[in-house]
């Protein structure tokens, strides 16, 4: 099973940019597709999108499509969540997970996102 | 897109007791692709069950899952002091490709 270690805690203000990681543990992270979840505070959990860091082949979630970019570097079994001009409401934690056959069956620690001016 | 409903909100038992989970969903899905997932305060979601009544490894088996069509239940046969957490039922679905969270059902001590 693929270990998920995201990166730490952010504070920013609204219309900066952001990147986020999630790496995985050894070759198997690149068989594997890696979602993206978000959880707003006090609610529960939202599919974002999904990227198969073989070949970086990503699908998004209507409700995040134009929002945020996901991508992935195969080469140090990471993947990324990107935001280009951050909003107040994106503030929330963020969590990267393992799919297999539909499910997540792995998840990262999360990465909580507070942006407030 | 289907929209999953859980019930109740919340459920207030005490330890031993037995708790029982529902989800619905707005139109019949396979059960191939229907997981429940424990979260805690301050940890990431875990998956207990998948293919809607399959646990997953090192699930204890007080957990357990059924249904099929549109109605799904996790049941807990015997609380135990760790199971107080939300309970989130998610769906696959491959055409359009989408994955669906229910609003969760929080269990908590009575």
């Known amino acids: 099973e693929v270990q998920l270690v995201q990166s730490g805690a952010e504070m920013k203000k609204p219309g900066e940019s952001l990147t986020i990681s999630c790496q995985g543990s050894?070759?198997?992270?690149?068989?594997?597709?890696i979602a993206w979840v978000r959880q707003m505070p006090g609610k529960g959990l939202e599919y974002m999108g999904i990227?198969?860091?073989?070949?970086?082949?990503?699908r998004y979630s209507p409700s995040f499509q134009g929002q945020v970019t996901i991508s992935a570097d195969k080469s140090v079994s990471t993947a990324y969540l990107h935001w280009s001009s951050l909003k107040a409401s994106d503030s929330a934690i963020y969590y990267c997970?393992?799919?297999?056959?539909?499910?997540?069956?792995?998840w990262g620690q999360g990465t909580q996102l507070i942006v407030s001016s | 897109e289907i929209v999953l409903t859980q019930s109740p909100g919340t459920l207030s038992l005490s330890p031993g007791e037995r708790a029982t989970l529902s989800c619905r969903a707005s139109?019949?899905?396979?059960?191939?692709?229907l997981a429940w997932y424990q979260q805690k305060p301050g940890q990431a979601p875990r998956l207990l069950i998948y293919?809607?009544?399959h646990r997953a490894t090192g699930i204890p088996d007080r957990f357990s899952g059924s249904g099929s069509g549109t109605g799904f239940t996790l049941t807990i046969s015997r609380l135990e002091p760790e199971d107080f957490a939300v309970y989130y039922c998610?769906?696959?679905?491959?055409?359009?490709?989408?994955?669906?969270f229910g609003p969760g059902t929080k269990v908590d001590i009575k």
């Open positions: 998610e769906h696959y679905g491959n055409s359009p490709q989408e994955f669906t």
């Open positions: 990227i198969l860091p073989a070949d970086s082949d990503t």
């Open positions: 293919g809607a009544s």
């Open positions: 997970a393992s799919l297999y056959l539909g499910y997540f069956t792995a």
């Open positions: 139109q019949s899905v396979s059960g191939n692709f």
């Open positions: 050894g070759d198997t992270f690149k068989t594997y597709w």
